[in-house]
């Protein structure tokens, strides 16, 4: 097999940088160049910005939400979805570049200082096999939180579950992205004040830093139907697609 290589070359027409390398087999060509994507001057760059990829994790996009806190202490508001929203979420794994969408991060790996503005502790929590199914989805308490606190979140064993992260994508806050991820085994998960979160589905044993000293913005799952003029909001928990 003889093998023609055309390699890049700069000539004074720009439009000659669209040439790339091609490869030909008995006048076939088996590799070709697509149109130019980026032009790229010499220079000094943050390497992240050369990723040839912008990426974003698998979510779920749901309009007309809508987050009605409750103020009354230790009593959940809710989070009104549209009927037809079947509570379906996609599963992805927690890289830096999936939790960069909602503003998180792997603190293992990631080069940044937080503030701290309340008192936080560190503490092992266990959710035993029969949490989800008793907890959430019988009891009805499964939901999305929001405080002005930080959490870290850090799985200590395998199959740990899932943990939710979403985000208001409009200046209205009625269109919610929401993600399921599954968190390394030792890997610690930054989640800043504000993030929309959930910890409702998670297995086994977590190291989890919370703070007692603010109020948690929890609102319970409910979808909206309208029945002889009347409106009823009726519970549902959430199910992952891998």
């Given at each position: 097999?003889?093998?023609?290589?055309?390699?890049f070359?700069?000539?004074?027409?720009?439009?000659?940088?669209?040439?790339?390398?091609?490869?030909?087999?008995?006048?076939?060509?088996?590799?070709?160049?697509?149109?130019?994507?980026?032009?790229?001057?010499?220079?000094?760059?943050?390497?992240?910005?050369?990723?040839?990829?912008?990426?974003?994790?698998?979510?779920?996009?749901?309009?007309?939400?809508?987050?009605l806190?409750?103020?009354?202490?230790?009593?959940?508001?809710?989070?009104?979805?549209?009927?037809?929203?079947?509570?379906?979420?996609?599963?992805?794994?927690?890289?830096?570049?999936?939790?960069?969408?909602?503003?998180?991060?792997?603190?293992?790996?990631?080069?940044?200082?937080?503030?701290?503005f309340?008192?936080?502790?560190?503490?092992?929590?266990?959710?035993?096999?029969?949490?989800?199914?008793?907890?959430?989805?019988?009891?009805?308490?499964?939901?999305?939180?929001?405080?002005?606190?930080?959490?870290?979140?850090?799985?200590?064993?395998?199959?740990?579950?899932?943990?939710?992260?979403?985000?208001f994508?409009?200046?209205?806050?009625?269109?919610?992205?929401?993600?399921?991820?599954?968190?390394?085994?030792?890997?610690?998960?930054?989640?800043?004040?504000?993030?929309?979160?959930?910890?409702?589905?998670?297995?086994?044993?977590w190291?989890?830093?919370?703070?007692?000293?603010?109020?948690?913005?929890?609102?319970?799952?409910t979808?909206?139907?309208?029945?002889?003029?009347?409106?009823?909001?009726?519970?549902?928990?959430?199910?992952?697609?891998?």
């Amino acid at each position: 097999m003889r093998i023609v290589q055309v390699r890049f070359f700069i000539p004074k027409n720009i439009v000659s940088v669209l040439r790339v390398r091609q490869r030909a087999y008995k006048s076939k060509f088996l590799l070709t160049g697509g149109e130019l994507a980026e032009d790229i001057l010499p220079g000094e760059y943050d390497l992240y910005k050369l990723a040839c990829c912008t990426i974003e994790p698998k979510h779920a996009k749901v309009k007309n939400v809508r987050w009605l806190p409750c103020f009354q202490p230790n009593v959940s508001g809710m989070c009104v979805f549209p009927p037809e929203f079947g509570g379906r979420i996609p599963v992805d794994i927690a890289t830096n570049e999936h939790l960069s969408y909602y503003g998180c991060c792997l603190a293992s790996s990631a080069q940044t200082k937080v503030s701290l503005f309340h008192r936080h502790c560190l503490q092992d929590f266990v959710y035993k096999e029969n949490y989800v199914q008793d907890y959430v989805k019988n009891d009805g308490h499964g939901g999305l939180e929001k405080h002005s606190f930080a959490h870290l979140d850090c799985p200590l064993g395998d199959n740990s579950g899932y943990f939710i992260l979403g985000r208001f994508v409009d200046k209205n806050n009625s269109e919610l992205h929401l993600t399921g991820f599954h968190i390394p085994t030792k890997h610690t998960l930054y989640v800043p004040p504000l993030t929309i979160h959930s910890n409702d589905y998670l297995k086994g044993t977590w190291r989890t830093m919370l703070s007692d000293e603010a109020s948690i913005d929890h609102v319970s799952l409910t979808h909206h139907h309208r029945l002889n003029g009347h409106d009823t909001y009726e519970h549902f928990t959430f199910e992952f697609v891998q």
